[in-house]
């Protein structure tokens, strides 16, 4: 991990990491009522913002796996035997890294962590073999 400046720019295949002021006006967004965009990982480009002062050793992890095609666990949907689906919940998957910061479980603790599992690894690597990460967009 280095710098990147004038002297040291980034290459084609050099992931980013942005620390901003602010993520949501770098990005061209306005913050939820009552919240706050830590930070904003594009799926499949090469670059990471981090708003300024937030939990940079999750936040940083968390935008990686959204960079590496991970959605949040309570946007994806859970096949039950049945065949029918539902929802995750914040609920699922205690302590994974794809929760927000400030999801709380049913019990209103913070569901969030620094766990994945392994459908999330077979997931990133399903998307790298079809190239659609790693596209190398840094702006
Ligand atoms: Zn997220």
Redesign the pocket.
Known sequence: MTVASASNPLSKGDHALKIVDDVASAIGQQDPPGGNIE?Y?PVGQNVVYLEKGTNYSRTGP??L??SSGLA?IKDLMETLPSGKTRPYTTDSFPGNL?H?SQDMNSQGQPAAGYSIESFQVKEMYRLYKAGALNRGRQQ
């Open positions: 930070g990982g968390h935008e796996g959204h949040h794809m927000q």
